[in-house]
């Protein structure tokens, strides 16, 4: 089975955040949850269903991720982008992403 992380959009502002291991909606990938076994997958599904019915975020998605060089990476492009911030100018306090990390 592939690691996998539980993603979402915050609501209040539509950022991309991931669930940390405090049960916690954190805007770094890095400090993600990574549920390594489909217990821990059902248990992250459960959360964002939670989280998702008490308005706290929209779009939840547990995706693929990977470890390379000590970090998370997800496998899709599009959660790449997410990780790494807009690819375009959004918000002050939010760059632009990283082109390195979301290149294949």
Same mark, same amino acid.
Do not use: C
């Given at each position: ?33 990574? !549920? ?5 997958? &059902? /248990? ?7 989280? *998702?019915? %008490?308005?706290?975020?929209v ?24 990780a !790494? ?5 959004? &918000? /002050? ?5 990283d082109?390195? *990390?979301? %290149?294949?």
């Amino acid at each position: 089975m592939t690691d996998k992380v539980l993603t979402a959009n915050r609501l209040t502002d539509g950022i991309a955040v991931w669930l940390d291991a405090g049960g916690t909606w954190n805007e770094t990938l890095q400090e993600a949850l990574v !549920a390594r076994h489909a217990e821990a997958v &059902a /248990a992250l599904e459960a959360i964002g269903k939670r989280d *998702f019915s %008490a308005n706290l975020v929209v779009d939840v998605n547990v995706v693929e991720v990977e470890e390379v060089n000590g970090q998370l990476r997800p496998l899709r492009l599009r959660e790449r982008i997410r990780a !790494a911030g807009p690819s375009m100018d959004y &918000a /002050a306090g939010y760059p632009s992403a990283d082109p390195a *990390f979301i %290149a294949a």
